[in-house]
């Protein structure tokens, strides 16, 4: 039986009742041995959750503190870009970090 690898307490109490190919008798036919475990974090979900959940939390508190930038622009000047200097400078640099322009228009909306 040491030659099928089942040494140690854990199959002590095994060892006694296997057939001649190690496998007990009338056990379904499969490999012998030990029970197969799965493979432990090696997945894709891993990376994902750990590389894209970080950059996409620093991206939403981006995006918020520039909605509160053109939140508060917009209240001072008026919601039309091309009458208010400082709103247009904020909806540039909203466009400068890629922010989507429902969002934008989302936070001139909820000035």
């Known amino acids: 039986m040491a030659a099928l690898g089942l040494r140690g307490p854990r199959w002590a109490p095994v ?28 997945n894709r979900w891993s990376k994902v959750r750990n590389v894209k959940g970080p950059r996409d939390a620093e ?11 053109l939140r ?17 400078a904020v909806v540039e640099q909203c466009r400068a970090r890629n922010m989507p322009k429902a969002s ?7 000035a």
Do not use: C, K, W, Y
Not at 59 to 69: E, G, K, V
Not at 104 to 110: K, M, Q, S, V
């Open 104 to 110: 934008i228009e989302a936070a001139l909306r909820g």
């Open 59 to 69: 991206r939403s508190r981006l995006f918020q503190r520039l909605a509160q930038m």
């Open 15 to 42: 060892l006694g009742t296997l057939g001649t190919l190690g496998v007990p008798p009338g056990a379904p036919p499969g490999l012998p041995g030990p029970p197969r475990r799965a493979m432990a974090g090696h």
């Open 72 to 88: 508060a622009a917009a209240r001072e000047g008026g919601p039309d870009p091309a009458l208010n200097a400082s709103l247009a």
